[in-house]
């Protein structure tokens, strides 16, 4: 198993940045997990934000966070990261990490096999 934490949500003015970190302990070792980023917005259906590769060699995003959004890990730290730029109001909402052991499709959140509790965003206009 695997336990992850979020931290470094906040309020930000739109057009600014925030970076997301994701603290993951446990038995089993960190780089046998891809890792992905979801979040949830009042009202709405959580929705994927970025994946990445358990040895970071692939990543993928949403279109919506395309160019403005950075995934990233450090096996040896045991984190995982979100560089979040150039921040719309759209993007507020409750960020979520997780964590698939089975390499599945990166961008269904049933493919996740642990989950963090999440962080709030508040991005205002």
């Known amino acids: 198993q695997v336990q992850l934490v979020e931290s470094g949500g906040g309020l930000v003015q739109a057009g600014g940045s925030l970076r997301l970190s994701c603290a993951a302990s446990?038995?089993?070792?960190?780089?046998?997990?891809?890792m992905g980023w979801f979040r949830q917005a009042p009202g709405k259906e959580r929705e994927f934000v970025a994946a990445?590769?358990?040895?970071?060699?692939?990543?993928v995003y949403s279109d919506s966070v395309k160019g403005r959004f950075t995934i990233s890990r450090d096996n040896a730290k045991k984190m995982v990261y979100l560089q979040m730029n150039s921040l719309k109001p759209e993007d507020t909402a409750v960020y979520y990490c997780?964590?698939?052991?089975?390499?599945?499709?990166?961008?269904?959140?049933?493919?996740?096999?642990?989950w963090g509790q999440g962080t709030q965003v508040t991005v205002s206009s």
């Open positions: 997780a964590a698939d052991r089975e390499h599945s499709d990166l961008y269904y959140s049933d493919s996740y096999d642990y």
């Open positions: 446990g038995r089993t070792s960190f780089s046998n997990y891809d």
């Open positions: 990445i590769s358990w040895n970071g060699g692939n990543t």
